[in-house]
């Protein structure tokens, strides 16, 4: 069935034909009319991969240009890296969190940068089978999971400098303790501003440490796949937030054998998804600490619980509301429909009891590190009943970010929002242009 797109005001010039584009190549011309054609005529979105995949037998073409224009060019990029990684002729260049073809001729038409691409695709019908789910497996709106339950570190170095129970944290260094993985893909900061991502290859106890506590702007965390790569050092556990898992996992389960993608395949045998509603920008950070009169560089850590909480250096607490943060928001995160990292091996959030993990075992793999961790005593968990409102945030947070949301290709882009005055990721399709139009006596039409 075709989705409707009526409920967007149509306020910019119509896009031109894709073969109008005549810098591009012929053939990128071609699947760029062909994927075009496939998203006017409703077709079935698992068929979309189709309009590139044709030409995999036919020698592949330039792909960079389907990715600039169906998703960069657009705003609809959400900045996971995997298209920068996955190239293995070092195409893209990662600039203000979207790819940039610096080195265009180095192209070789593998296609693996859009195979990777969760925004112009939905994942193949097999990524289930793939990540081999943990039975019983059930969904309840957030992804398959076999079980959930709250947990946390029971070592006080990883309780102090993590979050939310940190047992992210604590799962890693008891698989590096035991040889399972020699190091994780992390989200570091910068030495001037704690509260601004940077990607980290951690190898030790004391790197993994110094990247725990959550950060609330984008960390391009899987960037430093590259450096593991390039010093081909795995076994490895990635964390990321939805967007980056999801990318990941199709870099690693690509119709396309390519020694990269085999090379993810092969070294990166755990996952941990944090959950993510939005993030922010880096402005973001400027305009909190103006608001609570303080420093950027005194804030020591932030958390979103209802409200921004704030800890500062002198260890003060200080509030502010997330609706008027909520004005950073990143707007590529319109594009991400996954609250729950659903593809991950391991979920976890700071939901429901304060100081606790909330956390989702989904695959064998989490399954079997989580459970070695608990029997070793890193962890100790309690049920998800100790505290309901876990569950309902679960429920209520995930539905909140697919309600009313088609597949990001369907969805308006950038401009079409600046026209509409609707940035907000967060309220664009619930109360905002996108939200299903009401009559008199507030039915939805």
Request: contains cysteine.
């Amino acid at each position: 069935m075709k989705l409707s797109n009526t409920w967007i005001e149509k306020t910019t010039a119509p896009a031109k034909k894709a073969a109008e584009y005549e810098e591009y190549d012929p053939v990128s011309r071609q699947v760029i009319s062909r994927y075009r054609r496939l998203l006017d005529e409703g077709a079935d979105p698992h068929e979309w991969a189709f309009a590139w995949r044709t030409e995999l037998n036919r020698g592949g073409f330039p792909a960079y240009e389907l990715l600039m224009e169906e998703v960069v060019k657009p705003g609809k990029c959400v900045g996971c890296a995997a298209c920068v990684t996955i190239c293995p002729v070092d195409v893209f260049d990662y600039v203000d969190e979207q790819p940039v073809a610096t080195r265009a001729s180095a192209c070789v038409d593998c296609v693996l940068c859009v195979e990777a691409c969760p925004v112009l695709r939905p994942a193949d019908n097999d990524m289930q089978e793939f990540i081999d789910l943990q039975q019983p497996s059930i969904d309840d709106g957030y992804g398959p999971y076999a079980y959930g339950l709250y947990a946390r570190s029971t070592d006080p170095e990883i309780l102090d400098k993590g979050q939310d129970g940190g047992i992210v944290s604590a799962i890693i260094l008891h698989q590096m303790e035991k040889g399972a993985i020699k190091g994780a893909i992390l989200g570091d900061v910068y030495p001037d501003n704690r509260q601004v991502g940077l990607h980290k290859l951690a190898l030790s106890r004391e790197e993994v440490l110094n990247c725990a506590a959550s950060r609330y702007t984008y960390s391009p965390n899987t960037l430093a796949l590259q450096e593991a790569m390039q010093q081909d050092i795995g076994p490895l556990a990635v964390v990321g937030v939805p967007c980056q898992i999801d990318g990941l996992r199709l870099q690693q389960n690509s119709s396309i054998r390519f020694s990269v993608s085999t090379w993810y395949r092969k070294n990166i045998t755990l996952t941990f998804g944090l959950f993510c509603s939005e993030s922010f920008s880096n402005e973001s950070i400027n305009k909190l600490a103006e608001i609570i009169g303080e420093d950027p560089a005194s804030i020591e850590n932030i958390n979103i619980k209802g409200g921004v909480i704030i800890r500062l250096e002198n260890k003060e607490v200080k509030t502010v509301s997330l609706k008027r943060y909520r004005e950073w928001a990143r707007p590529a995160c319109l594009y991400c429909l996954d609250y729950g990292a659903e593809n991950a091996d391991i979920g976890a959030g700071g939901i429901g009891i304060d100081g606790w993990t909330y956390t989702l075992i989904r695959t064998k793999r989490g399954h079997a590190a989580f459970q070695a961790a608990l029997a070793d005593g890193w962890l100790e968990t309690r049920p998800l009943s100790d505290e309901p409102r876990g569950e309902f945030l679960m429920n209520r947070l995930s539905a909140n970010k697919k309600k009313n949301r088609p597949l990001p290709p369907l969805m308006p882009t950038h401009d079409e929002r600046v026209a509409m005055g609707s940035l907000c990721p967060k309220t664009f399709f619930t109360t905002g242009p996108g939200a299903p139009k009401t009559d008199e006596e507030g039915k939805s039409s």
